[in-house]
């Protein structure tokens, strides 16, 4: 298959997974649900807020004048208001999103690279010292509840050992204090306003050069970052260490060696790159786990992030956000798979079978 | 002559420490979590009732009286562990118990026979699976259960069925082909037996002890992810004691009472190291392409 045929097949699977996705909440929201309108308005509301969410959404019609009205809504960015903050929707995720997506970004980078590395050198020697203690190691910590983890580093170094903050993604002195990020446009001067960048605490200070807020944010992101990547910790580090095994035994490998290579060589040069490729299949569950883990982590650090808003509505019954953030994470996570195997179906043809 | 597989096994099991490790939590779990169903037995582990407030020893820290301390209202939190042993340990087994049966039987059958109900299966599985998991359960679990706090742990079973199953669909759909080229498979159907008798005497035999490796290795996963849902209040009604429910209400008292949360969420971590331990060991026992080399 070539490779136009496969992006334009996997285009249209994630297409048709984002529309399921749809499909399902609003049969939830609007056919399942007992009392739609309570849903859309929160569980506090009053008689007459609950009857005028119901004329809003248009919850007193056929089901398909309903769905007409969803689906219209769902692709203008009309979320809804969530009951508990009294904002549109769509708002409170253009602030907490980038938070939220900087610190899965740089656990995401850390957490690769930390568990390819690992996942090479207990290859190195299977069933030697080291390969032993690399798999206690994971063994122990991906069985531990992500919330057990993120209670243990705050415990250890912010109650104990007072070495970074406890709650947070900046401190609320200096985070009121430092200025947006200026994006400088030739022709309208600067302009602010891009939310995206400078709502991200840690992007943002390093933009406007502020060094005692980037400081702060960097401190408030350790234990958060730290615990994202502990969450789920190991399965790269398996998967690289048998396809690196499986490498090590090909002829090529035996070859290079015969022609007298040095072992780092033959390790770096020859194996590496074949022996990582099938990590690439996990990015995707990876960072759908790691938006998972912001959940917790955000919880119980109090980072204002997406994961801390998702745990408020959750606590709250707040429907309109959860659904909100659902359909984003959805549509993030698809997207960042359609780009993975994209990717994968470019630099491994063999993959693109299956569609 | 060689040694007869069922030697191999507990020679597996037996050789290597930490199965017998993860056997061993998983058999000590299981029956504090039968004692602690009843409550005649449930006395002979702890010395409280779960609910018992007794605000004169509230926030106590762990000491003999109190092996894990109390919490804020003085209930004693190893009490609370063991009498929320049976519903924590119960739900993980409904829930793989469920997604197994609706994704294997799936599975086999898109496997088996092959052609647009393989393709129909297959589509939809993968529609599923290629959803974030969690924050779909989440999102079903709460909109369907908040305006009924009793009914709220069923949606969440059912959730996490719903999220569940298409990986089950997958791994039987993947064993059936390869398996339907096996020559006893192909002697079965040259001899005229039907369809559902082959997949039912020849196929399903072969395919139970892989998925029964992966069902325990998810039984820990699902244990961890069902906590994250009794953590926000989706499990089980108060005020039965849950260990997720209780790691998120100890959260109020930091950092002071530290033992309200730390103690639930290490039981968890212990449990769910049970079940991977003993999943990887059945992995080695019944995988062996795999063995020694994890």
Not at chain 1, 118 to 142: E, F, H, Q, W
Not at chain 1, 334 to 347: C, E, P, R
Not at chain 2, 148 to 169: M, N, S
């Amino acid at each position: 298959m070539g490779l136009a045929t496969y992006v334009a097949r996997r285009a249209l699977f994630s297409f048709f997974v984002i529309i399921g996705e749809l499909l399902i909440i609003f049969y939830l929201t609007n056919i399942a649900a007992p009392d739609p309108a309570v849903i859309w308005a929160g569980p506090e509301s009053t008689k007459a807020q609950v009857a005028l969410v119901a004329q809003m959404y248009h919850l007193n019609s056929p089901w398909y004048v309903q769905f007409y009205y969803y689906m219209v809504n769902v692709f203008s960015g009309n979320w809804g208001i969530s009951p508990l903050y009294q904002q549109p929707v769509i708002s409170l995720i253009e602030e907490y999103l980038p938070v939220t997506l900087e610190l899965t970004i740089i656990a995401f980078v850390f957490k690769i690279g930390l568990e390819m590395t690992l996942g090479v050198v207990s290859a190195m020697r299977p069933n030697g010292a080291v390969d032993n203690l690399i798999k206690v190691t994971y063994t122990t910590v991906r069985s531990a509840p992500p919330f057990l983890v993120a209670l243990g580093l705050l415990l250890l170094f912010s109650y104990g050992t007072h070495t970074f903050p406890s709650s947070q993604p900046i401190d609320p002195i200096l985070g009121a204090t430092v200025p947006k990020f200026q994006f400088y446009n030739p022709i309208a001067g600067k302009v602010t306003g891009f939310w995206l960048v400078d709502n991200m605490p840690i992007l943002n200070a390093l933009l406007v050069g502020d060094w005692a807020a980037f400081s702060s944010a960097v401190s408030h992101a350790v234990l958060p970052v730290v615990t994202l990547i502990l969450f789920g910790f190991g399965g790269i580090v398996r998967l690289v260490k048998v396809s690196m095994l499986e490498v090590l035994d090909q002829d090529y490998v035996r070859t290079a060696r015969a022609k007298g290579l040095r072992e780092n060589v033959v390790i770096f040069r020859h194996a590496l790159r074949n022996s990582l490729l099938p990590a690439f299949t996990l990015i995707g569950l990876v960072f759908a786990g790691l938006v998972t883990g912001s959940l917790v982590v955000e919880t119980i650090y109090g980072y204002y992030g997406l994961g801390y808003y998702v745990a408020e509505s959750l606590l709250t019954f707040d429907t309109p956000s959860l659904i909100g953030t659902l359909i984003l994470i959805t549509v993030v996570i698809i997207l960042s798979n359609l780009v993975v195997d994209i990717g994968y179906g470019f630099l491994d043809p063999r993959t693109r079978v299956g569609y | 002559m060689s040694k007869s597989s069922s030697s191999v096994t507990l020679g597996i099991i037996f050789g290597n420490w930490a199965t017998l490790v993860g056997v061993g939590i998983l058999v000590v779990f299981l029956v504090l979590s039968a004692l602690a169903a009843w409550p005649v037995t449930y006395h002979l582990i702890a010395r409280y009732s779960p609910d018992a407030l007794n605000f004169g020893s509230s926030n106590a820290p762990p000491s003999l009286a109190h092996l894990f301390g109390t919490d804020a209202e003085g209930r004693d939190i190893f009490a609370r562990v063991i009498a929320a042993l049976p519903i924590d340990i119960v739900i993980p087994f409904e829930v793989v118990g469920a997604s197994v049966g609706i994704g294997f039987l799936l599975g086999t059958f898109a496997g088996y026979l092959g052609g647009w109900v393989e393709e129909l299966v297959l589509r939809v599985a993968d529609l599923f699976f290629a959803f974030p998991s969690v924050v779909l359960a989440l999102t079903i679990s709460a909109i369907l259960g908040a305006t009924d706090e009793g009914l709220r742990v069923v949606f969440t079973e059912l959730a996490l069925i719903v999220v569940g199953w298409p990986f089950y669909t997958r791994l039987a759909r993947a064993q059936v082909i390869s398996l339907k080229q096996m020559p006893f498979v192909r002697a079965a159907e040259a001899s005229g037996l039907g369809k559902l008798r082959i997949i039912r005497m020849h196929v399903i035999p072969h395919l139970a002890s892989v998925v029964a490796v992966y069902a325990t290795l998810d039984m820990g996963t699902t244990l961890l992810l069902y906590s994250v849902f009794a953590f926000f209040g989706l499990g089980v009604a108060p005020p039965t004691p849950e260990l997720g429910r209780m790691v998120y209400d100890g959260l109020t008292a930091l950092p002071g009472n530290w033992w309200w949360s730390f103690f639930p969420g290490l039981i968890l971590m212990i449990l769910a190291l049970g079940f991977s331990l003993a999943g990887e060991g059945l992995r080695d026992v019944f995988d062996p392409r795999l063995r020694g080399q994890r």
